[in-house]
């Protein structure tokens, strides 16, 4: 299995290190035959080669069977005529990657904002309201007049039901239940499209309990109860809401997840920034990125039938969250007294402990 490793911006690298040094150990562990393909792009490329996406790496994405990629400072970006690719987006649009699945849970050891939750918010990701990803020419954005802006919302049936499909997909492999997070009391139609895919699904799946909450509602809920939901799939711009708030409440960005999947290729990508105030301090949170590798993983396994990376996914993913539980191997954002690499070697270490 190819995987295409792109360290990123800011803190990529020292993040990516630890999952390059984690891919390693499991391969050596499960005997996965894996192949790591290091690559740079983003402000490094944009240096030596003038663009953060050079053609040679976007050739290697294409056929890689998934691909590890680091935050992107696309703010410090220029232009995409002067070389400023948004990598991110290049991958999404490219790649059609519409399922944006974040998970939040509570681990032991870690100061969350609730005493339980672990639950998954699967996101609509090439659709909805952000102005970059609704329009083929134009953008789903503009004024009229100085004073007038108008913000375009766009909900296709295809892309309801597959985003619905993969929240069934997930729920099947966990508790049986998805929540549809809407507002179609008040947006009936864009709203009301994505409700009318998830009960068209849900027949498919008979096993699967479904709820369906208001968006609004949704955010006081995962507050108050959020012990209460498992998957909960939604619209693009209400999960990126959603998501940030559950990993919040879960302990911060340093271990918010994400895996974004498409039919035929997948990106694990951490759902924070480069974060350039703590960049090359060696104490950057690589949890989340970690984590979203073992996503990888588990989605590779799922894909190929290949039970050998669920295996290995979910290995990567415990052998983690028990490091959490000691301050010895938690980072500062968590209240622990580790450095970046220090967590890495205590991973590997525990990954080849038999
Ligand atoms: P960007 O412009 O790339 O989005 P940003 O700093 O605006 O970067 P984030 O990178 O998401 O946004 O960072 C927000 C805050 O969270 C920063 O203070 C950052 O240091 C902190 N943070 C983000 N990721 C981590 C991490 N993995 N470990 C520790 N702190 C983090």
């Given amino acids: 299995m190819n995987i295409l490793i792109l360290p990123g911006d800011g803190i990529g690298p020292e993040i990516v290190a630890v999952v390059d040094a984690a891919l390693q150990a499991l391969d050596r562990r499960f005997s996965l035959g894996l192949k790591l393909d290091r690559q740079d792009a983003g402000l490094v490329t944009l240096k030596s080669l003038g663009t953060t996406m050079p053609d040679e790496v976007a050739a290697k994405a294409r056929v890689a069977d998934g691909v590890v990629l680091g935050p992107a400072a696309t703010e410090d970006y220029p232009s995409a005529a002067e070389g400023g690719i948004n990598i991110s987006a290049w991958f999404r649009s490219q790649f059609d990657l519409y399922a944006n699945i974040r998970p939040s849970k509570i681990r032991p050891g870690v100061p969350g904002h609730v005493p339980a939750m672990d639950l998954i918010i699967v996101r609509e990701n090439t659709e909805g309201f952000y102005a970059d990803r609704n329009m083929a020419v134009g953008t789903g954005e503009f004024m009229p007049t100085p004073d007038l802006a108008l913000a375009v919302g766009k909900a296709t049936t295809e892309g309801c039901r597959r985003i619905a499909v993969a929240a069934f997909e997930l729920a099947m492999r966990r508790t049986k239940r998805v929540t549809a997070v809407h507002k179609a009391n008040v947006l009936r139609h864009y709203s009301g499209l994505f409700l009318k895919q998830v009960d068209a699904v849900s027949v498919d799946y008979p096993e699967v309990t479904v709820d369906k909450v208001i968006v609004d509602a949704m955010a006081a809920l995962l507050v108050r109860s959020p012990e209460k939901f498992d998957v909960v799939v939604t619209t693009n711009m209400f999960g990126d809401i959603l998501s940030d708030e559950a990993a919040e409440l879960a302990g911060g960005l340093g271990l918010a997840a994400?895996?974004?999947?498409?039919?035929?290729?997948?990106?694990?990508?951490?759902?924070?920034?480069?974060?350039?105030?703590?960049?090359?301090?060696?104490?950057?949170?690589?949890?989340a990125m970690v984590h979203s590798t073992a996503m990888l993983l588990d989605h590779l396994g799922a894909k190929h039938g290949d039970d050998k990376f669920a295996q290995a996914g979910q290995f990567l993913a415990e052998k983690t969250d028990a490091l959490l539980v000691s301050v010895a191997t938690r980072t500062s954002d968590l209240g622990g007294t580790c450095t970046t690499s220090e967590f890495g070697d205590a991973l590997v270490a525990s990954i080849l402990d038999s």
């Fill in 258 to 287: 994400s895996l974004n999947a498409g039919n035929d290729h997948a990106i694990a990508q951490a759902a924070h920034g480069s974060a350039p105030d703590i960049a090359g301090q060696n104490i950057a949170n690589p949890v």
